[in-house]
């Protein structure tokens, strides 16, 4: 079966121009996601698993390698080689991303950050609020606080939010790193439970999980990765 993405040879590196350095954060790294599966990521801190999902998302440019994505059209694209625009469209179509940290507007509510890409895909604003409810009663989100800006909330509650924003819109292709760190262990055992629902309906995930046990509970395949080799002299490497 095709997969929904084939990484084949990713790497990242810095350049950090006052030190004449490369600071590489992942290198050389292939993995597969499919439908219906989940991929895990595991390794160190530093290890670049954070990095190989921004790429992924283009949050970050890769420097080397290719990532194959599968679109809902049958087109297989290069990640690496998509232009801006093309990438926007994959990220309001089709491709989430549940970061470490919420990013959001100080003064939109709870309520409205979940349906946000939602509404983006052109989801009516009552439908987008009943199901962002749903969402966050199952996340146990106080009611409370649907209509508060995420801005003041503590870890676990940004993290609920943040999950809730990724999940509403059952993307074919679900990227989550670290989605349960602050969680509390009844509510990781429901964002296990979501995780394991959204799999049956056929999303494609790549994850990272602090706990080894999340890992043994709900990944079809683990990619091990280590730290990369150690910083290099740009001048050194230019003089050999
Ligand atoms: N934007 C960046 N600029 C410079 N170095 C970075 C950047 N992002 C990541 N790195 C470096 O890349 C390495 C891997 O980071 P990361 O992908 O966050 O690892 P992990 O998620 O496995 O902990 C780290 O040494 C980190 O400092
Ligand atoms: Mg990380």
């Not at 954060?25 to 921004?54: E, F, M």
């Not at 606080?145 to 940004?158: D, K, Q």
Request: hydrophobic letters at 40%; a neutral charge.
């Amino acid at each position: 079966m095709t997969p929904v993405l084939n990484v084949e040879g990713l790497g990242k590196q810095f350049q950090l121009h006052e030190q004449q350095k490369l600071i590489p954060s992942c290198a050389n790294i292939s993995l597969q996601v499919h439908t219906g599966r989940l991929t895990a990521l595991v390794g160190p801190t530093g290890a670049g698993k954070s990095s190989v999902l921004k790429c992924i998302y283009r949050t970050y440019l890769p420097s080397a390698g290719r990532m194959l994505y599968n679109d809902a059209q049958g087109n297989a694209i290069d990640l690496a080689q998509a232009s801006e625009h093309r990438m926007l469209d994959l990220r309001r179509h089709e491709i989430s991303f549940v970061t470490q940290f919420l990013h959001c507007l100080p003064r939109r509510s709870a309520l409205d950050v979940v349906c946000e890409p939602l509404i983006a895909r052109g989801t009516e604003r009552e439908a987008a609020h009943m199901l962002a409810k749903a969402l966050l009663s199952l996340l146990n989100v106080p009611e409370r606080l649907w209509g508060v800006p995420p801005a003041t909330f503590s870890g676990g509650e940004r993290q609920r939010i943040n999950l809730a924003r990724g999940l509403i819109t059952r993307p074919r292709l679900l990227l989550l790193d670290e989605p349960t760190a602050s969680l509390d262990p009844a509510t990781t055992e429901r964002v296990i439970d979501l995780i394991q629902s959204i799999k049956s309906e056929g999303v494609a995930m790549l994850a990272i999980f602090h706990d080894p046990a999340l890992v043994r509970r709900t990944a079809d395949t683990v990619i091990e990765l280590t730290p990369p080799l150690a910083i290099t002299d740009i001048l050194e490497n230019c003089s050999s």
